[in-house]
């Protein structure tokens, strides 16, 4: 039983919270390792990108609660993240038009490009904080969980309660939908297989007679709804704060580089290695052990390795283990 | 116009820009704005040393900008009576047993030969070591957080003269970058980028939550100054005469007395640092650098240690940066680890040095002033733009309302059209390297 219970207090606040969070972060960092794939720098205005999509989501959302509109258990949000995925898509698009096009042309170095996204970054974040302000905002409406901790508790009876909420459950099964669809998408179809041949090799590509606007018009449309679906999952999850986004952007970084930049499939396993270490060493133990060991061993302390403010430095750290032992990160991505 | 001429005039526009401040608004927020645009003149010349000469792309400034206020602490506010003999010791020898597990840990890298034996022990050697950090750690910083912890709770510094504390900055945040170098400095441009970010982000939320360093968000007040205060001029009658000889009001002369002392110190560093960056530019080492960022293979083939060159300048730069944020800190008289941004105190500087011109001190220097004053005004210039562009609207009307609430988030929004345009139409910067 006392194993049992252990179980169920680890998924509760460990494995489930780390699914949900990890998916979340998966999503960010395909987004980056998308645009590193094909446009061959690391986009500093990601997390600003995520926020503005978030943004949009939030104020159709307000706008469809004022209606009336809801999908009964299910977040409104779900209804205006089509809405929101074509306007930041929108807004990538004009802004590559205007600024990333010129530096592509003139074939300038990555580094420049990180700066000129640096740059974006700075305009976005001004224009997500000038239309919704810098505050914290709640966008989430429905049934707020799928299982809450006392009816698991009834159904099992068990001491520990197992809570699921709604959003966590829809960001696994939205954020598969869109990996299914990505992969999809750059397996299956003609686009997708250019997108990969132009990743794979600039000038073989070019030579077979692949249109590079076409593939960065496309890169950037899947960036978008990545984004946003990243950004609207989040904010369900967590909270709608401009500034979050931006300190995202390091474990999103983290998770990309860890898997492997420019590798799809690395960004995934990165975004949930990158969650997992996070939650495991941010927790307190002392609920599990207690469990789990022999009262003689019982901890007398909370068993928490680091307090939970420090989970930038995990990130980190692993970041820097990988790249130190393996430069090009678990999957191998590449090196422009 | 000759280049000289031109430089001169791009200088005296931002000097002019500054006494407009003064004779418009007040002569206090006119001098408030050149201190600090002299601060940022100075971290400008940090992350032009790094970048415009090194080429190497540090996102990091704010936390050696924030080590640098930490220095100020440690080195200038008054001790806590009481605290090294409760826990500061432990503390200390705790440190030290954590940083003795890692050099353990790297030893045992490099002697024993690679395979599982050597992966086991490696993992004991973590573990073990974290466990007794932790174990000597946790209870000496519980004794010193339980002095006082409503005004201390803290080791508390040193009581040695502030201005020590500048080098005393410059010399943690060198500490702190040489230890980020030998890890980081190998690494391809953007990963250095995302590594640096890291760190900043881990020094402020160390800063943040370690209480019984510098009290964390609970914040350090108080702080010595350098310069005499405020209400002792105004009290002092040989200050008052001398006031009102020139037809100033005493308090408002005193603020002014104040601001401009703190103007001289700073100017005078900057001018040292300034000229000791020319220097080295124009010196041999500072051809090599440039060899190096222009092409290190060639530059490896001709002999010159690129790895070490790397790591010399990056902690050069950074260790600008501390002394600068030991400056910021003594000028605000207080530690706010809450008010640290990356946006304010990273990125802010590298629009600076871009508009500025990478690679030319001067620029730097120019864009540093030159991008503070436009921080400053543009939130009036924002608000008046608002209620001209409203002044047709209903009053009430919650449009109008909004967008007079959001002119204070039009800076961000100008920084980075400045930044966008100055890389697209003038991408070498308003002062071109040579």
């Given at each position: 039983m006392?194993?049992?219970n252990a179980?169920?207090?680890?998924s ?7 699914i949900?969070?990890g998916s979340?972060l ?8 998308l645009?590193y794939?094909?446009?061959?720098f ?5 997390g600003?990108?995520?926020a ?16 009336g509109?809801?999908l009964?258990p299910?977040?409104t949000a779900?209804?205006a ?7 930041c ?6 802004t ?6 010129f530096?592509?042309?003139?074939k300038a ?9 640096m740059?974006v ?5 001004g ?5 919704i302000?810098?505050?914290?905002q709640?966008f ?7 299982i809450?901790?006392?009816?698991f508790k009834?159904?099992t009876?068990?001491?520990e309660?197992?809570a699921?909420?709604?959003?966590q459950?829809?960001?696994?099964v939205?954020a ?6 990505l992969?999809?998408?750059?397996n299956k ?8 041949a ?7 590509a ?12 496309y890169?950037w449309?899947?960036v978008?709804?990545?984004?946003t679906?990243a950004g609207?999952l ?5 909270s ?5 986004y ?7 970084f ?6 492997g930049?420019g590798n799809?499939?690395?960004a995934?396993?990165?975004g949930?290695?990158?969650?997992f270490?996070?939650?495991t060493?941010t927790?307190?133990?002392?609920k599990?052990?207690t469990?789990v060991l ?5 901890p007398?302390g909370?068993?928490?390795l ?6 930038f ?7 820097l283990?990988v790249?130190?032992?393996k430069?090009?990160?678990?999957f ?5 | 116009?000759?280049?000289p001429v031109?430089?001169?005039?791009l200088?005296?526009l ?15 927020s006119?001098i ?7 601060i ?8 032009n ?7 190497l ?7 050696f900008?924030?080590l640098?206020?930490?220095?100020v602490?440690?080195v ?12 500061g010791i ?15 840990a ?5 002697k024993?030969?690679?395979g599982?034996t050597?992966m086991?022990?490696?993992i004991a050697i973590?573990i073990g070591g974290?466990?007794l950090?932790?174990?000597v750690f946790?209870?000496?910083v ?8 409503a005004?201390?709770?803290n ?19 060198a500490g702190?970058?040489?230890?980020i170098?030998k890890?980081a400095?190998?690494l391809?441009?953007?990963?250095l980028?995302?590594?640096?970010l890291?760190?900043?982000e881990?020094i402020i939320?160390?800063?943040?939550n370690?209480?019984w360093?510098?009290?964390?968000v ?5 702080l010595?100054?350098?310069?005499p205060?405020?209400?002792?001029l105004?009290n002092d009658?040989s ?5 009102s ?11 002014l007395y ?8 700073f100017l005078i560093?900057l ?7 020319q ?5 041999p080492?500072g051809?090599?650098m440039?060899?190096?960022?222009d092409?290190?293979v060639a ?15 990056f902690?050069?730069?950074?260790a600008?940066?501390?002394?600068a ?8 008289g207080q530690?706010t680890p ?11 500087i590298?629009v ?6 990478s690679g030319?001190n001067?620029g ?5 002033m ?6 400053v005004?543009v ?10 562009i ?8 919650a ?9 204070a988030?039009?800076r961000?929004?100008t ?13 070498r910067g308003?002062?071109p390297?040579?």
């Open positions: 006392d194993f049992l179980i169920v207090a680890l509760n606040f460990v494995l489930v919270p780390a949900a969070y979340q998966a999503l960010g960092a395909l987004g980056v390792t645009i794939g094909i446009l061959r690391s986009n500093f205005a990601h600003d990108t995520m503005f999509g978030a943004m949009i989501a939030v104020l159709v959302t307000w706008w469809l609660q004022s209606m509109v809801g009964g299910l977040p779900l209804l993240l089509p809405v929101a995925i074509l306007g898509m929108a807004l990538v698009l004009i590559d038009r205007l600024v990333y096009h530096y592509r042309e003139q170095k990555p580094v420049i490009l990180v700066i000129v996204s740059g970054m700075f305009i976005m974040n224009l997500v904080r000038f239309i302000g810098p505050n914290d709640r989430a409406d429905g049934e707020r969980f799928l809450s901790a006392r009816d009834e159904m009876g068990l001491r309660g197992l699921i909420k709604t959003t459950g829809l960001t696994v939205v598969v939908i869109a990996v299914a669809l992969f999809w998408f750059l179809t003609r686009t997708g297989k250019s997108m990969r132009y990743s794979d090799n600039e000038d073989l070019l030579l077979s007679g692949i249109n590079p606007e076409r593939v960065v018009m890169t449309l899947i978008a709804a990545l984004a679906t609207v989040y904010g369900l999850d967590k709608f704060k401009p500034f979050v931006f300190q995202l952007l390091l474990p999103i983290a998770s990309a580089i860890v898997g930049l799809p499939l690395g995934i396993a990165g949930f290695i990158i969650a270490s996070e939650v060493i927790y307190a133990w002392k599990v052990l469990y022999p009262d003689a061993l019982a007398s909370l068993v928490q680091l307090s939970t403010d420090y989970k430095a995990v990130s980190f750290v692993i970041l283990i790249l130190l032992y430069p090009t990160g678990l191998k991505g590449k090196a422009v | 116009m000759s280049e031109k430089n001169t005039l200088f005296l931002v000097g002019g820009l500054i006494l407009l401040t003064g004779f418009m608004q007040s002569w206090n006119a408030l704005i050149l201190n600090m645009g002299l940022s003149a100075i971290m400008a010349i940090g992350v040393l790094q970048w415009g000469f090194a080429g792309f540090n996102v990091g400034v704010m936390g900008v924030a640098g206020g930490l220095a602490v440690l200038a506010a008054a001790p806590t009576a009481g605290a090294w003999g409760a826990g432990g503390i200390v020898l705790a440190l030290l047993m954590g940083a003795a597990t890692v050099v353990a790297v030893f045992v890298t490099k024993m030969p690679k599982r050597r086991l022990v490696l973590m974290f466990f950090y932790r174990g946790d209870p000496n519980a004794a010193v957080e339980a002095i006082n912890p005004a201390a709770g080791i508390g510094g040193l009581s040695l003269p502030v201005l020590l504390a500048w080098p005393a900055g410059g010399l943690l945040a702190a970058a040489w230890l170098g890890t400095l190998g391809r441009s953007d990963y980028a995302i590594a640096t890291g760190i900043a881990i939320a160390v800063l943040k370690e209480d360093l510098a009290r964390g609970k914040n350090v007040i108080g010595p100054r350098p310069v205060y405020e209400i002792d105004q009658p200050f008052v005469e001398r006031a000889g020139l037809g100033l009001d005493p308090v408002t002369a005193s603020t104040v601001k401009l002392g703190y103007s001289v110190l560093v001018l040292v640092l300034l000229w000791m960056a220097m080295a530019l124009k010196s080492w051809r090599m440039r060899a190096i960022r092409n290190e530059a490896e083939a001709m002999g010159k240690d690129v790895t070490r060159r790397h790591l010399q300048i902690v050069l730069g950074s600008i940066c501390g002394i944020g030991a400056m910021m800190t003594t000028l605000d530690l809450g008010t640290y941004q990356p946006l304010r105190f990273t990125f802010l590298w600076m040095v871009i508009v500025g011109g030319n001067f730097a220097v120019l864009g540093a030159l991008i503070w004053f436009l921080w005004q939130e009036p210039i924002g608000l008046w733009l608002m209620q001209v409203t002044s047709g609207m209903a009053d009430g009307s449009l109008k309302e909004h967008l007079i609430d959001s002119a988030h039009m961000l929004l920084m980075g059209l400045v930044l966008l345009l100055v890389l697209r139409f003038s991408p308003l002062i390297e040579h």
